[in-house]
């Protein structure tokens, strides 16, 4: 759902402002499409008409405080520790966030005098897609922020997702829009405001979801976007990027500028663009993608999608990078081979298998936690993350490293991804995790101000610092013993507020401490009636160390996660490498894994039109089926584009509920696990490659746009009748059945043509028209299939098998029945379908036909007794002989 854009309130004239409103109003001219977290002390402030819109959004109190121009100032805030939960109420809001903090402690502000206010700046605007806490991230799915730019014809697609540095460009048409923006679901999309009014760029903008930030056309003009984009990347050229088009290098400029404002100039650590041309991806359309359930169900959820079913990944990277590759399967058969190669090594080593997947478990998100790192909202635990992952890569390269065989080696894609992560080949990897391994502690806390995350020994001078800070009377009583051994005095060390630590001791035992030599060790402070007070030089020192020990430890500790962040942003593009290989490993294994679960085989991928699948089946409701005790039929299903081996268009019939489409999808996502590079549910899969998926199941309307159902099958329809090539694969589920019977026939038979004749693509095509069975012989390549149900004692048994021929029947009575509709309206449809059916009416009159006539009225309840009822009351059977009874049963027939 597109999010609102907070539009840019009434403006509040500063004029008369006290220094702190000051600098909330310096701030909410930076980010006036936003709410203003202004941090005072432990809580961040909402001011005017922000304080009033997240009071109403999230539930927290509006108070005021103080006046400006008069007027009571609005006024609400959220505690500093609870502000990520709230950032999450408001991002989902649809609201953006502007952080206002504070830059410096309040003791510094008041050197400066005493009414100075604390330096205040805006330090990130928080919108959809530039999330990076783990709190408001899934952290099995990707965050992108995506940018739409059109120009000279030709359209691009750039997204990122600074939580991992993942950058993407596809070059395409703007008819092509929708299907990208499909597939990468993008939390948040930047375009400029002009191409708003294009209706196929806004159409694919509203399909995609997401919040919409429109911005200044301005913005992504290609000098402009250029010179952005090089600062970005801190290159002087963008040869290196690839022949990039104007309008990737817009949509890249928009990336950008969107980074650079919200972020307030922190740069992310992000991978160079990678391209991806028009074709180099599976094509599918967001009405495809829906209806198919790759990664979402209908309803929304993860549960009950393909992605859920196959999902075996260990690590968050490993399932963010399955649902990438389930969401753009490739299109080039020898990459392909090469991801199940990658699964094949693996799925034959169950036990190597095993081990790997238990390292996994081991390994954290090292991109996102770089990613927080880089953008300086890191912590301790991040850089523990690197370590954990680091120490968990070098014991996968070592397991990896004894499965060596020179006569059976590792696959490209297994050998790859381990290289990424190798200490042995990553020598900066290495020299990173060394340090995090000897330098942090074993308990670390979440943010660096709480400290007590460097271990000891790690710097002499943090160590001694602890030490005053934890043993300062440990220290005092060491000193207390030397200063009266040397002095030959029984004295003490004390201390008070006024005069910090002093040493005290009798008047008469003071007298020596007053003469030469003792008196150039002790310094006299204070004289008191019984005692004297003095200090020395050392205990000076020892009690300004001792005052600011606790700062200067949490300052050294600060200072060297410091030193340490700034070494992993530096390795970032190694850090970044090694982490999609660990990803790269886990989805492999993972799938693997499922294939082993699943009864999966390898499917041979090669550049024929063929697609032969034997005794297949639907990955997803299998495994429903299976948590359910019961076993899913397997089907066959042969085509061919150029209709040599097999028919090009396959006509499906069967009754309701016998599993046409579920066959027709099952197909189709066979298309998408085999070219996402996993292995099938089958017993064997030929396919060749698929450039377009077109999936035309299930209705519904779209009321948003003015559209009834029949109007929404007929622009899907369209959509694949304009579009699919002679590579592509498109399943259609009774086309025209939202329209009269005749023109809903035409509507089908017409589309039938058109994709055998003209398209010429893979098809499955159900229906209930029977009378397209004809097709079989007027067509050269087309075949009818059906779903087979069998009546048994009054019962519809289905079979759920798919065979040759047209289905006699469509069964729709006997379904009905079984779905709970009333028995007489049940009845009544027999006789009307009997009426139908029957030779004798003619189909040319409407009026001949019962369905438009009315149903015979039912008996009216007689109002009082009948007359047989009558004479039968008046019947005495005690005195009636046989031949008048007899003659008395005959006469009341005769009434009844």
């Not at 991230?137 to 995506?146: E, G, I, S």
Request: net charge negative; aromatic share 4%; hydrophobic share 45%.
């Amino acid at each position: 759902m597109n999010a609102p854009v907070l539009a840019p309130p009434e403006p509040v004239d500063a004029a008369g402002a006290t220094p702190v409103m000051a600098q909330f109003f310096e701030a909410k001219a930076k980010a006036p499409g936003a709410l203003v977290f202004f941090r005072m002390g432990d809580f961040y402030e909402l001011f005017f008409d922000d304080a009033a819109l997240a009071a109403e959004a999230i539930g927290i109190a509006l108070t005021h405080r103080g006046t400006h121009a008069g007027k009571p100032i609005p006024m609400a805030g959220v505690p500093v520790h609870a502000a990520e939960a709230y950032l999450a109420k408001l991002i989902r809001a649809g609201f953006q966030v502007a952080v206002c903090e504070q830059m410096e402690d309040p003791a510094a502000a008041r050197k400066r005098g005493a009414k100075s206010v604390v330096r205040r700046e805006l330090v990130r605007v928080v919108t959809p897609g530039t999330l990076t806490e783990d709190g408001l991230l899934d952290a099995r799915d990707a965050n992108r922020l995506a940018a739409v730019a059109v120009r000279a014809g030709g359209a691009a697609v750039a997204s990122a997702d600074l939580s991992t540095g993942e950058v993407e460009c596809h070059a395409t048409t703007p008819e092509g829009l929708a299907a990208i923006l499909g597939a990468l679901r993008p939390r948040e999309t930047v375009t400029p405001d002009r191409l708003l009014a294009d209706p196929i760029v806004r159409a694919a903008l509203e399909i995609a979801g997401g919040a919409l930030a429109p911005v200044a056309g301005a913005l992504a003009e290609p000098a402009a976007s250029q010179a952005r984009l090089m600062r970005l990347y801190r290159v002087a050229t963008l040869d290196g990027f690839g022949a990039l088009t104007g309008a990737e290098v817009s949509a890249l400029g928009l990336l950008a500028a969107h980074i650079e404002t919200t972020q307030a100039g922190r740069a992310p650590v992000l991978r160079a663009p990678r391209r991806r041309g028009e074709g180099d991806a599976l094509a599918i359309d967001p009405a495809t993608r829906s209806s198919l359930e790759i990664e979402r169900t209908l309803s929304g959820g993860r549960d009950g999608s393909l992605l859920a079913t196959i999902d075996r990944t260990i690590t968050s990277a490993g399932a963010r990078l399955l649902s990438a590759r389930l969401a753009q399967p490739l299109t080039d058969p020898a990459a392909i081979d090469a991801r199940l190669d990658g699964v094949a090594w693996l799925l034959a080593r169950p036990r190597l298998r095993e081990d790997l997947r238990a390292c996994l478990k081991g390994v954290g998100d090292m991109s996102r936690a770089l990613s927080r790192l880089a953008l300086g909202r890191g912590g301790p635990r991040d850089l523990g993350s690197l370590r954990d992952a680091l120490t968990a890569a070098g014991t996968l390269a070592r397991r990896l490293a004894g499965e060596a065989d020179p006569l059976d080696p590792a696959p490209r894609e297994v050998a790859d991804a381990a290289w990424a992560f190798d200490p042995e080949a990553q020598p900066a990897l290495e020299t990173l995790r060394e340090a995090l391994e000897a330098g942090l502690g074993p308990d670390l806390p979440a943010m660096t101000r709480d400290g007590g995350f460097v271990a000891a020994g790690v710097l002499p001078a943090l160590d001694e610092a602890r030490a005053l800070r934890d043993d300062s009377r440990r220290v005092i009583v060491a000193l207390e013993a030397r200063l009266a051994a040397e002095s030959g005095a029984p004295l003490r060390i004390r201390h008070n507020a006024v005069l910090g630590y002093f040493v005290e001791t009798s008047a008469k035992q003071a007298e020596p401490l007053m003469k030469p030599p003792l008196s150039a060790t002790f310094i006299h402070r204070q004289t008191l009636a019984n005692q004297v007070r003095f200090t020395t030089v050392e205990l000076s020192e020892l009690d300004a160390r001792i005052a600011r020990a606790a700062d200067q430890a949490l300052a050294l500790e600060i200072e060297v996660f410091e030193s340490w962040r700034v070494a992993a942003v530096d390795a970032g593009a190694s850090v970044l490498a090694a982490a999609e290989g660990l990803a790269r490993l886990d989805v492999a294994a993972g799938l693997a894994e499922w294939a082993a679960e699943a009864n999966a085989v390898r499917p041979v991928v090669d550049r024929s039109l063929v697609f032969e699948a034997r005794g297949a089946r639907h990955p997803v409701v299998e495994a429903s089926v299976r948590r359910a005790g019961s076993a899913f039929t397997p089907n066959d299903c042969a085509l061919d584009g150029s209709g040599l081996a097999h028919p090009r268009l396959s006509l499906v019939t069967g009754p309701n509920m016998a599993g046409k489409s579920t066959f027709l999808r099952q197909n189709a996502l066979l298309v998408i696990l085999a070219q996402t590079g996993a292995f099938v549910p089958a017993q064997s899969l030929r396919l060749g490659v698929v450039d377009r998926l077109f999936s035309r199941v299930g209705a519904g309307d779209d009321l948003a746009r003015g559209r009834s159902t029949f109007m929404a099958e007929m622009v899907e329809t369209a959509a694949i009748l304009t579009q699919a090539t002679a590579r592509s694969f498109v399943i259609l589920d009774e086309i025209g059945r939202g329209t009269a019977t005749w023109d809903g026939l035409a509507i089908a038979w017409a589309c039938a043509e058109a994709l055998h004749d003209h398209n010429r693509c893979r098809a499955l095509f159900a229906t209930h028209y029977h009378e397209l069975a004809t097709l079989e012989d007027r067509l050269a390549h087309v075949s009818n299939l059906s779903l087979k149900a069998k009546e048994w004692n009054g019962e519809l048994i289905f079979l759920h098998e798919a065979g040759p021929g047209c289905a006699d029947r469509s069964y729709g009575v006997q379904v009905a029945r079984l779905a709970g509709v009333p028995g007489p309206v049940v009845a009544r449809a027999r006789e009307v379908l009997g009426r139908l059916e029957s030779e004798a009416v003619s189909h040319a009159g409407l009026q001949e036909l019962p369905l438009f006539a009315s149903a015979p009225a039912p008996p009216t309840a007689p109002t009082g007794p009948s007359p047989a009822e009558t004479a039968l009351a008046a019947l005495d059977p005690d005195s009636m002989s046989p031949r008048e009874a007899l003659e008395a049963l005959y006469r009341l027939k005769s009434l009844s």
